[in-house]
């Protein structure tokens, strides 16, 4: 028996209709340092209206691709808005990728037209003669911005140019839920990036997840500030769950340090915000040495890499905000499971829940595998993660990779638990996990623990390869400014949380542990580092 439901496909130009008409008067503001800039979701649709006939007026047709190079800010969302909303593919470009990257991204993605921030235009410049699909770019600022940029090839337009003149009306296709909206590529630490491509239906599916009170919580009565950059997985879904709850967006724009960070905290007032570790290491240092008030922030998402539960606790003890953690992918849209506590879990129990990556959500299926078949999710039993599920992809755009998928499955190469109510605990990436003389030692836990020690702003921890072990964990340890401590001290700080043979032997000790374009501790590089010998390495 069929159902006599409507068969309704879940289109994101309705979603772009609904958040600018219902939610017209919800507002996103982008910082910056001239004071912030503001406008409502109701100017938003319309300058995405304007957009969409822009971009047709310059022959964007079909899926053929539009591509960001840019900031989060007002025109990003709009682009956010307009691309899908009329039909073609909206690419997100990390602006911090290496040129050889970002050129092989844009091509093998077939990117017809680049919308550009005015103060990434040298970075696009320098690739611009390599981006032979390109035809077309769209500089947000001035029109003098846009000058490295004229004489290379692609007719260059200025967004305001671009939108000048066209009607504040598009009547937006709904098309098939399943056709492509958006592309990302992952930040692929070996090999070639890879392309995941989310239809208007796992991103609406998606989104509706993200608004739930069991994920993000996303309301109206939120302004939410995302900081985790709209290349980064979408803006982890914050951007397309704003415009279906209508939370308002705080967008930062290039100012992604702490001290604009606190200030545009303290004044504008988010109650919500979501970023990687990294960032809110920084914040909390900037805090503590110069004060500032977050006392608006209820809650905060961290993710993209293992928050510290030291990092949860300084926010809640000294700051009265919540970090609520969270896993997930590129390949998940990102969202895989987020770290609330179940009712009636109080004090160290809740505390027990809220450091693991999460439990995932009812769309999601998660389970175990390891060398002999499945692995039983009864929270001891480790094994590598296997996630499916309609905002999960099943393959990479133009690219086979058997090997990320097993039976329909996507294999996450994330190693950990899995607790029989659906909690998954993370030990490391299965890359990542270090074997010593026949025993896994988990950089990730070494690194948590490390971090809580109150002299340690940041520490990595990766295996490098030991004559008689095979593999031995080294220590990249940032010390606090004007801290002071001994490797023999740290050594014994381990050795009171962690089992001896694990404390690490390897010490470097740098100014900042290097990070990858998204913000999270970039291992290859320490690695190749201390390959080639350039890290001053103590050993004990
Ligand atoms: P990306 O696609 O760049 O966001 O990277 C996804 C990877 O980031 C995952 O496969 C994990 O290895 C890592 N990751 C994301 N969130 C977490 C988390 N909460 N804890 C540990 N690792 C995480």
């Known amino acids: 028996m069929r159902s006599t439901m409507q068969d309704t496909p ?42 969409a006939h822009g971009l047709r007026s310059i022959g964007v047709t079909g899926d053929e691709r539009v591509a960001t190079f840019m900031f989060n800010n007002q025109e990003h969302l709009e682009c956010y808005g307009a691309i899908p909303a009329m039909g073609a593919v909206l690419h997100t470009l990390n602006i911090r990728l290496f040129p050889e990257q970002l050129v092989y991204i ?37 029109d003098a911005a846009a000058e490295p940029l004229r004489g290379i090839g692609p007719d260059v337009h200025t967004y305001t140019g671009l939108l000048e003149g066209q009607p504040e009306e ?5 098309g ?7 592309m990302c590529y992952t930040s692929g630490t070996t090999g070639n990036p890879k392309g995941v491509v989310y239809s208007h239906r796992s991103i609406w599916l998606h989104s509706m997840q993200v608004c739930m009170a069991e994920s993000f919580g996303l309301s109206d009565r939120e302004l939410c500030l995302a900081v985790v950059p709209q290349f980064h997985a979408m803006a982890w879904g914050v951007i397309h769950a704003a415009l279906m709850s209508g939370a308002s967006l705080l967008m930062p724009d290039r100012f992604l340090q702490a001290a604009p960070l606190a200030a545009m905290i303290a004044t504008e ?3 919500f915000a979501a970023a990687v570790p990294t960032i809110w290491t920084d914040l909390l240092n900037h805090l503590d040495a110069n004060g500032g008030d977050i006392s608006s922030l209820s809650e905060v998402v961290v993710g993209g890499s293992a928050c510290p539960p030291s990092l949860m606790h300084a926010f809640w003890e000294r700051y009265g905000v919540r970090i609520i953690h969270a896993w997930g992918m590129t390949e998940t849209s990102p969202l895989g499971s987020v770290a609330r506590p179940p009712a009636g879990a109080t004090g160290e129990e809740e505390w027990a829940y809220r450091v693991t990556q999460g439990r995932v959500p009812a769309a999601v299926q998660v389970r175990l595998t390891g060398p002999d078949g499945l692995v039983p999710s009864d929270g001891t039993s480790v094994g590598e993660l296997e996630v499916a599920g309609p905002w999960v992809t099943a393959e990479y755009h133009h690219d086979e990779d058997p090997a990320k ?21 993370l030990t490391d990436r299965a890359k990542d996990v270090i074997k010593s003389g026949g025993e896994w030692i988990s950089s990730v836990e070494l690194e948590n623990t490390l971090m809580a020690h109150p002299a340690v702003l940041e520490a990595s921890v990766v295996g490098v390869p030991d004559e008689k072990w095979g593999e031995r964990p080294l ?26 043979w694990q404390v690490p032997e ?14 999270k501790f970039d291992k290859k590089v320490i690695r190749s580092r201390y390959a080639e010998g350039s890290l001053d390495v103590t050993t004990t």
């Not at 209709?17 to 008067?25: D, I, V």
């Not at 910056?32 to 319309?46: I, N």
């Not at 098939?176 to 958006?182: C, G, T, V």
């Not at 340890?477 to 949380?497: K, M, P």
């Open 405 to 425: 998928f097993d039976e329909g499955w996507l294999r996450t190469g994330d190693v950990g638990t899995l607790t029989p109510d659906m909690f998954i605990t």
């Open 10 to 51: 879940l289109s994101l130009a309705t979603l772009l209709r609904y958040g600018t008409t219902a939610h017209a008067a919800s507002t996103v503001t982008t910082w910056s340092p001239e004071g912030p800039r503001r406008a409502t979701y109701g100017d938003v649709g319309r300058n995405a209206a304007r957009l």
């Open 269 to 271: 007032r988010p109650t």
């Open 506 to 519: 390897r010490w470097a000790f740098v100014s900042e542990v290097p990070k990858t374009s998204v913000g």
């Open 176 to 182: 098939d839920e399943r056709d492509a909206a958006a």
């Open 170 to 174: 598009y009547d937006y296709p709904v």
């Open 106 to 142: 844009a091509e093998h993605a077939e990117d017809r037209v680049v919308v550009v921030d005015a103060a990434v235009v040298p970075l696009l410049a320098r690739v611009l003669p390599q981006l032979k699909s390109v035809r077309h770019i769209v500089v947000n600022g001035p």
């Open 475 to 500: 220590a990249t340890v940032v010390i606090r400014e004007g801290a002071d401590v001994t490797v023999e001290q740290l050594r014994a700080f381990l050795a009171e949380h962690i089992a001896s």
